[in-house]
């Protein structure tokens, strides 16, 4: 690995979490790519899977744009892992159900993620694992809340 962090300064926070997240995406998306569907699909699918959440709701727990998620949805409904439904208090607005391929693929995800994210935590010390995942969440909860990529209206997520 290179480094951005100076020979005489602490570790360089930004560089060491977005390599990270380069690698983890990168090894996400190669291990979805043999179901034949993207990280942001099975984020998607993941979230529709309750059936009761709408397509703009969906977009915004996974920040990703209206543009955006219509094109998502439409390559699942083609292939025949999600539809739309009106729903049943605002016809305008559509609900995300998962259909029964749909749910056979998302629980194939579910565990090629898993998967992923074991192999690398078993990479950790067992006594830094939760301490790691700890840290990351108070984080993510916390001083970087508010700046997420992820916030509703942000164009970059999953």
């Known amino acids: 690995m290179t480094s951005c962090t100076p020979a005489d300064g602490p570790p360089d926070l930004l560089f060491?979490?977005?390599w990270a997240s380069h690698a983890l995406q990168t090894e996400h998306a190669a291990g979805l790519a043999e179901l034949g569907i993207s990280p942001r699909a099975h984020y998607v699918l993941a979230q529709a899977s309750?059936?009761?959440?709408t397509q703009r709701e969906i977009g915004e727990r996974c920040g990703v744009d209206k543009t955006t998620m219509v094109v998502t949805l439409d390559q699942l409904e083609r292939a025949g892992l999600a539809e739309r439904r009106p729903a049943p208090t605002d016809r305008r607005a559509r609900l995300v159900a998962v259909t029964p391929a749909g749910e056979q693929i998302l629980?194939?995800?579910q565990e090629i993620v898993r998967?992923?994210?074991?192999?690398?935590l078993a990479t950790l010390p067992e006594q830094d694992r939760e301490a790691f995942l700890r840290?990351?969440?108070?984080?993510?909860?916390?001083?970087l809340a508010n700046t997420?990529?992820?916030a509703p209206g942000a164009r970059s997520g999953c």
């Open 16 to 18: 060491l979490l977005s």
């Open 135 to 143: 840290s990351l969440v108070a984080l993510i909860g916390g001083p």
């Open 115 to 120: 998967r992923i994210q074991d192999d690398l």
């Open 50 to 53: 309750t059936g009761d959440l």
């Open 107 to 109: 629980r194939r995800a």
């Open 148 to 150: 997420s990529p992820y």
